[in-house]
């Protein structure tokens, strides 16, 4: 299963979500990146608030690269969680049929089905905000590897 986390800029919420996954994959045929659906700050390394905050879990973030969401994704990925509303909907103006559309889900419908919850933008609050996002991606992508784990 190829799993693509995306969010706004890339640099906070997607590559954390991608680090703690990457941590728990052990010898599962999980491939995972992240990506962010604006070109603000392709080329940056994550937030220093985002690679902290996976540090003190012993996840390091530290050389991630933030990239932008492109329509080939839709290709190389199974599964494509967008973090909140607007991404969901901008990366579904890019989808080219119902099968690129089918892929696209937020990432707290795996926790919540059908309850339309975002995954807040943490990048102007303050610090403790990325530990409450770690708390809700950390249990996201419990869920995601369990459902794998079900399905084999
Ligand atoms: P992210 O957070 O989407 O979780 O990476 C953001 C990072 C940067 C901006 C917005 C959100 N920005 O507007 O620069």
Redesign the pocket.
């Known amino acids: 299963m190829k799993i693509l986390f995306v ?9 954390m979500a991608e680090g703690i996954m990457r941590s728990k994959i052990g010898n599962r045929d999980i491939v995972v990146d992240s990506a ?1 659906t ?1 070109a ?2 392709a080329g940056d390394k994550p ?1 220093h608030r ?1 690679v902290q905050t996976n540090k003190k879990h012993n996840i390091d973030i530290s050389k991630l690269v ?1 990239r932008t969401f492109v329509v080939e994704d839709f290709d190389r990925f199974d599964k494509i969680y967008a ?1 909140d509303l607007n ?1 969901r909907r901008d990366i579904l103006e890019l989808a080219r049929n119902q099968a690129d559309r089918d892929k696209v889900k937020l990432l707290l419908d795996e926790v919540n089905p059908g309850a339309e919850q975002p995954v807040a ?4 609050g303050s610090g403790n905000g990325f530990e409450t996002l770690f708390k809700m991606l950390d249990n996201a992508t419990n869920i995601i590897i369990q459902k794998f784990d079900n399905a084999k």
């Open positions: 969010c706004l800029g890339n640099i906070c919420r997607s590559p962010g604006s603000f700050h937030d985002a933030a973090m991404n933008d943490p990048y102007y």
